[in-house]
């Protein structure tokens, strides 16, 4: 079992920077890739983007691209999510996801259904 823990959500202006932690307990973090994605109000959870049990490769949905960036760190059983140049568009729960992933230093995933386990996210709001 792990639990995955979001923090650092909150409201920021437009333009602005957050960065999300996701932070695991239970099983061996470096076994699990982890993705985040979003949710708006009136819409479908969508992935932000997504990063390889060991940190190597990244995934960016197009609307990330440029603005986001996600990194790990093992030792600390954290993944981050750096947001850039934030727009309202933005706003959302963000929520974090693990999947185990032990065969493969380079794998990620980006569907829902891929998901092993969830965080309970955390609110970003953008004004403008």
């Known amino acids: 079992q792990v639990q995955l823990v979001e923090s650092g959500g909150g409201l920021v202006q437009a333009g602005d920077s957050l960065r999300l932690s996701c932070t695991a307990s239970?099983?061996?973090?470096?076994?699990?890739?982890m993705a985040w994605f979003r949710q708006a109000p009136g819409k479908e959870r969508e992935n932000v983007g997504a990063?390889?049990?060991?940190?190597?490769?990244?995934y960016y949905a197009e609307f990330a691209k440029g603005r986001f960036a996600i990194s790990r760190d093992n030792a600390k059983n954290t993944v981050y999510l750096q947001m850039a140049n934030l727009k309202p568009e933005d706003t959302a729960v963000y929520y974090c996801?693990?999947?185990?992933?032990?065969?493969?230093?380079?794998?990620?995933?980006?569907?829902?259904?891929?998901?092993?386990?969830w965080g309970q996210g955390t609110q970003v709001t953008v004004s403008s």
């Open positions: 996801a693990a999947k185990w992933a032990p065969f493969s230093g380079t794998f990620y995933y980006t569907g829902l259904t891929g998901s092993d386990y």
């Open positions: 239970g099983r061996a973090f470096s076994n699990y890739a």
């Open positions: 990063i390889s049990r060991n940190g190597g490769t990244t």
